[in-house]
C-alpha cells in the first residue's frame, strides 16, 4: 500500500483544509493523547469529533501500515487515519 502524505499535529488548517476538500487526512502523532488534541483544535474550522466519533483500531491492514493505530470516523463519511510514529532513541 501506498503510503499517503501525512500531516503533523500541528497543522490543523492544513488537516481542516482536507477533511473538507478529499474527506479524510491522514496524521502522524507520538502519543495517544494527541489524538483528542487534534479535535479540540478542529473545532475552529467547524468539524466536530464528538460523541458520535468512532475509533477503529482495525481499519488498516497493519501488516501492510505499521504504523497504523486507528481511524476516526464520524457518520457524514469524514474520517482522519491516526499514525503512531515511533521515536528514534537518543544516544
Do not use: H, W
Not at 468539524?47 to 501488516?63: E, K, Q, R, V
Request: glycine share 8%; charged share 35%; hydrophobic share 35%.
Amino acid at each position: 500500500m501506498k503510503r499517503g502524505f501525512r500531516f503533523q499535529t500541528g497543522e490543523i488548517k492544513e488537516i481542516a483544509r482536507e477533511l473538507k476538500e478529499k474527506g479524510f487526512a491522514e496524521v502522524d502523532i507520538d502519543i495517544e493523547s494527541e489524538i483528542q488534541g487534534v479535535f479540540d483544535d478542529l473545532k475552529e474550522y467547524g468539524i466536530f469529533f464528538g460523541s458520535d466519533c468512532t475509533l477503529d483500531y482495525d481499519a488498516a491492514n497493519s501488516a501492510d501500515e505499521k504504523e497504523f493505530f486507528a481511524r476516526a470516523s464520524l457518520p457524514d463519511g469524514l474520517y482522519i487515519d491516526f499514525y503512531l510514529v515511533d521515536q528514534p532513541e537518543e544516544d
